[in-house]
């Protein structure tokens, strides 16, 4: 259980896990990143909760509340790479698991009300959001240093969907002012230059790259520097404030 956090479970194609929810308002889907709902990723939520909407924090792997940890990091890695679920390993081609939280958003959006959701990806998960902009009711997507696929060869400039998904997204940037965002520190190995080239091609003004110097990794949870004019508190900012705008504000 997380502090301040109500727990309920989703159930969607026969596979139930569990989800975290705190405040009220428009939704925000905030996918963990490895390994699992962390205290930072849970303090996240609470940013958002506290901004007037609703966070909704899925747990896909790991334990709830578990702090960070090298052994518990790599536990959450080996399951996620064998993992069927989550893993592909074709080029152009959008996880499984993405059908299961386009789903939850889906369910938040009629309960939580509003023009729409918002999302927020991280690591592992940093380009769920782009996939879940497939459907008209993500208006927020939001990709913190999107690291799958495995930056390998081909695969750094691989943003994890298919031709199909893709070009949805690329047709709602165009016709219904869908904006996505992406955050990346400059050095990190993990998320390289490629991916954001990749974005900036496809989806042209639709995107909005932030890049932060240094060789951090995680922009809005472990590398986070809480102060006033840092980086990556400017960063936490804008995105807050890109929820607020698209989720909160009164649409044209």
Do not use: N
């Not at 334990?63 to 893993?87: A, D, L």
């Amino acid at each position: 259980m997380l502090d301040g956090f109500t727990e309920t479970a989703f159930s969607h194609d026969g596979k139930e896990r569990p989800v975290f929810r705190r405040g009220s308002g428009p939704a925000v889907v905030v996918i963990h990143e490895i390994p699992g709902i962390t205290p930072l990723v849970a303090d996240f939520g609470r940013r958002v909760a506290d901004a007037g909407m609703t966070a909704v924090l899925p747990s896909l792997f790991g334990e709830p509340g578990r702090p960070m940890g090298i052994p518990y990091v790599m536990k959450s890695m080996t399951q996620v790479c064998i993992s069927r679920e989550f893993t592909t390993w074709a080029l152009k081609s959008t996880s499984p698991v993405i059908e299961w939280v386009r789903a939850l958003a889906r369910q938040a959006h009629e309960e939580c009300g509003g023009p729409g959701v918002g999302a927020v990806g991280m690591c592992a998960t940093g380009g769920f959001a782009l996939a879940m902009a497939v459907d008209d009711e993500l208006l927020a997507p939001v990709l913190s240093q999107p690291s799958f696929p495995f930056a390998i060869g081909r695969r750094a400039g691989d943003l994890g969907l298919s031709d199909a998904d893709l070009g949805r997204v690329k047709e709602r940037v165009r016709d219904d002012d869908l904006c996505v965002i992406g955050l990346r520190f400059e050095g990190d190995p993990v998320v390289p230059r490629k991916r954001f080239e990749a974005l900036e091609r496809e989806l042209g003004d639709g995107f909005i790259g932030i890049e932060i110097p240094g060789r951090g990794h995680s922009v809005l949870t472990e590398d986070l520097v809480d102060e006033p004019g840092h980086p990556t508190r400017v960063a936490l900012d804008r995105v807050i404030a890109f929820f607020t705008e698209r989720l909160l504000k009164p649409q044209p």
